[in-house]
C-alpha cells in the first residue's frame, strides 16, 4: 500500500491518490479530454462555486463525477469551506483543469462532548477540534462561531489534521443525522481478542459489525457508529470501510497538490503535509516563506510531481501560515470588519467598510448567508448598503486581504476585530481605523468581566488586538463595546 494514497485520505477525503489511471480515449470518472497532457490530483478547501475552485484554482465540473460521503452525489452537495479531494485532467499544461472524479468525506461527525470558549476548541468522539478565522459556520448555526453550538449538538466537520493530531476545522454544519457518527483516521492497537483498536486515540469496540473486513494496524479506516461512551472513550462501530481498498498507486510524474499543516519533519527534504510524504530539491521554490521556516504544524500548499517512490517532489511550496513557529497557531487571520459596505469594485477586487479597504484574491471564499444569491456567490454579486462580515490579513493602514466574505442579513452593529494603534486615552484605532469610546461605552476583559476605562487603557498597548462593536452611522466610529481580545477567538 502506498503511504501517499493512505494519507490522502487523511488528509479530507476517501479514495483519492495522486496516481490516475484515466483513460485518454474517454475511460470512467466522467470521461476523459482527448489529447490530455496532464493527469492530477488536487487536494484543500473549497473557495468558491461556478464551476469549483479549490484553493483558488478552477476545475470545470461538466461530466464530473461526484462522491459525496461515499456516494453518488452533485456539486449542490458541496459547500464552501469542505475539504475536497479533485481528480483532474487538463490538455493545456495544467492551465485550465477538468474535474473528473470530485470526492467528498467529513472529517469527522458526532456529538459535542465539551466546548471551550476560551482556547476557540471543541471535543467531538474524543477528538480536538480547533477552530480559528479560517472556520466557515453553516448558516442554521447562529451566531456563526462557537458559541452558537452548545454541548450535545451533532455536527459535521470538514477540515485539515495538524502536527498535534487536532482536526482544524475549515467548516463546521449541523449534522441531519443525529444518530450517525463517523470518525476516520489509521488502526493502532488492533486486539482481536477484545475486539477492539485505537484510533486517534479513540477506543473503537468492532463487536457489533456484521460485515467486518479484514483489519490490521496501519490501515486507515472510516468507521460508522450510533453510539458513543464518553465515560470510557469508547465508540461502538456498526461499520468499518478500508478507504484504501482498490486504490491505484501513484505513477512516476503525476502532478499532486496538496494544502494542509506539517504532520512530520525530519528535515527540509524529509517530511510529511498531511501526512503526505514530500520532498524538496535545488529546483524548489519558495512563496511567502523560505525553507528555514518548515516545521512541524506550519500550514502550506505543496505542488508538484509524484516520484518512483510515491513521494511528492516540491516544485513549489507557499507557506499559509501567518505564525510558522510550529506551534500550530495561525495569527494571520486575525482581522475582522462587518458592516454595511459604502464601495465595490469588482474588477479591481476591492471593496470598502467601515474605513477599511478590502482586497480579495484567487483563494477568498465566499459565502452568502441571505439565502438571495446561489452557489456561485461571489464580489460581483456584492452591492453598496450590503451588510458583509470580512475576515482575513490586516495590512499596512486601514487594509484587509480578505480569506473569507459572507454576506449578511442587514444588521445595525458594526464589528472591528484587529490591533491596536495610536492609543490616546479615550481614543484609539483598530485595524488602522479611528475609534472613540466615551462615557457609554462598555470595556471588557479578555474574559467578558466588566471593566474601567482606566484598567482597559492600562492593559493594552500597541499590538493588542481588541474586538470594537458599535452602532453603525455616517462619520466616526463610537464603540458601544471594546473587548481586550486574547488573539485566540
Request: glycine residues 16%; aromatic residues 6%; hydrophobic residues 40%.
Amino acid at each position: 500500500m502506498n503511504k501517499l494514497s493512505r494519507w490522502f485520505g487523511i488528509a479530507g477525503v476517501a479514495g483519492a491518490v495522486l496516481g490516475l489511471v484515466v483513460a485518454c480515449g474517454g475511460g470512467g470518472g466522467g470521461g476523459g479530454f482527448v489529447g490530455i497532457d496532464r493527469l492530477g490530483v488536487t487536494n484543500g478547501t473549497i473557495t468558491g462555486f461556478g464551476s469549483i475552485f479549490v484553493n483558488g484554482v478552477e476545475y470545470s465540473t461538466t461530466g464530473a463525477d461526484f462522491d459525496i460521503d461515499d456516494s453518488p452525489g452533485s456539486q449542490g452537495d458541496l459547500e464552501v469551506g469542505q475539504q475536497v479531494t479533485i481528480e483532474w485532467s487538463s490538455t493545456d499544461d495544467g492551465v485550465t483543469r477538468r474535474g473528473n472524479v470530485i470526492r467528498y468525506d467529513d472529517t469527522l461527525e458526532g456529538p459535542i462532548g465539551s466546548i471551550d470558549l476560551a482556547n476557540q476548541s471543541l471535543i467531538i468522539l474524543g477528538q480536538v477540534v480547533i477552530v480559528d478565522g479560517a472556520t466557515s459556520f453553516d448558516n442554521e448555526i447562529v451566531p456563526r462561531d462557537l458559541t452558537g453550538l452548545a454541548e450535545g449538538d451533532v455536527v459535521k466537520v470538514s477540515g485539515q489534521v495538524d502536527g498535534n493530531g487536532s482536526v482544524r476545522a475549515t467548516r463546521i454544519d449541523f449534522s441531519e443525522n443525529l444518530d450517525d457518527f463517523e470518525v476516520r483516521g489509521v488502526i493502532e492497537s488492533l486486539d482481536e481478542i477484545s475486539e477492539t483498536f485505537i484510533l486517534n486515540g479513540l477506543t473503537v469496540d468492532y463487536t457489533g459489525v456484521l460485515d467486518l473486513p479484514d483489519l490490521a494496524n496501519g490501515l486507515f479506516v472510516e468507521v460508522g457508529s450510533d453510539e458513543f461512551d464518553s465515560g470510557s472513550g469508547t465508540l461502538f462501530a456498526t461499520t468499518i470501510q478500508l478507504e484504501d481498498e482498490g486504490v491505484p498507486t501513484a505513477n512516476d510524474g503525476d502532478d499532486g497538490e496538496i494544502e494542509g499543516y506539517v504532520t512530520r519533519f525530519v528535515s527540509v527534504s524529509n517530511f510529511d503535509v498531511s501526512g503526505v510524504p514530500v520532498t524538496t530539491n535545488g529546483q524548489t521554490a519558495y512563496e511567502d516563506g523560505v525553507a528555514g521556516d518548515l516545521a512541524e504544524n506550519v500550514k502550506v500548499e505543496v505542488k508538484g510531481e509524484v516520484n518512483a517512490s510515491g513521494v511528492l517532489v516540491a516544485s513549489k511550496i507557499e507557506f499559509k501560515s501567518g505564525d510558522n513557529d510550529g506551534d500550530g497557531d495561525d495569527d494571520s487571520i486575525d482581522g475582522r470588519v462587518a458592516a454595511d459596505v459604502t464601495a465595490v469594485n469588482a474588477g479591481a477586487g476591492t471593496l470598502t467598510l467601515a474605513g477599511v479597504s478590502v482586497n480579495v484574491g484567487a483563494e477568498t471564499r465566499y459565502e452568502d448567508q441571505t439565502g438571495v444569491a446561489g452557489q456561485s456567490f461571489g464580489l460581483s454579486d456584492i452591492s453598496a448598503g450590503d451588510y458583509v462580515e470580512i475576515r482575513g490579513l490586516p495590512g499596512a493602514g486601514a487594509t484587509l486581504a480578505a480569506l473569507i466574505v459572507e454576506r449578511n442579513e442587514a444588521n445595525d452593529e458594526g464589528v472591528l476585530r484587529g490591533l491596536a494603534s495610536a492609543i490616546a486615552n479615550p481614543n484609539l484605532s483598530v485595524l488602522g481605523v479611528p475609534v472613540i469610546t466615551d462615557g457609554s461605552t462598555q470595556f471588557r476583559d479578555s474574559n467578558g468581566n466588566s471593566i474601567s476605562a482606566g484598567t482597559f487603557f492600562a492593559a493594552i498597548s500597541n499590538g493588542s488586538e481588541v474586538k470594537v462593536r458599535f452602532t453603525q452611522a455616517a462619520g466616526t466610529i463610537v464603540a458601544d463595546e471594546i473587548k481586550l481580545e486574547d488573539g485566540d477567538d
